[in-house]
């Protein structure tokens, strides 16, 4: 599976921002997808989860529910993540992510993009 992010930003709080991440391989090797965000100091927090192939359910992390979207585009093998009511705290290095069906799409993240940085300030 390879991955290949684009959409990083700077935007103001309250501001909004898309992130895409293009996919290709395996289709069994992305059945969930995700989006993580890195700060300095922490390790990788998944923030929204998706079953990308079976049904589409999503998942979020509590900080970004109501405020924060993924899903995968009609068209051109893309996933996003729609990020409104941006605030200082989810500034850092977004990654996209995927790997094999597992329940609620919760580990064995194997294949990763490259990162894209989100500055809210």
């Known amino acids: 599976v390879q991955l290949v992010e684009s959409g990083e930003g700077s935007v103001q709080p309250g501001g909004s921002l898309r992130l895409f991440c293009a996919y290709s391989g395996d289709t069994r090797s992305r059945a969930c997808m995700a989006w993580f965000r890195q700060v300095p100091g922490k390790g990788r927090e998944a923030v929204a989860r998706i079953h990308a192939i079976y049904g589409g359910s999503t998942f979020y992390t509590d900080s970004v529910k109501g405020r924060f979207a993924i899903g995968l585009t009609a068209t051109g093998n893309q996933m996003y993540l729609r990020m409104d009511s941006l605030k200082p705290e989810d500034t850092g290095v977004y990654y996209c992510?995927?790997?094999?069906?597992?329940?609620?799409?919760?580990?064995?993240?194997?294949?990763w993009g490259q990162g894209t940085q989100v500055t809210v300030s």
């Open positions: 992510a995927a790997g094999p069906l597992t329940p609620n799409c919760a580990r064995d993240y194997s294949a």
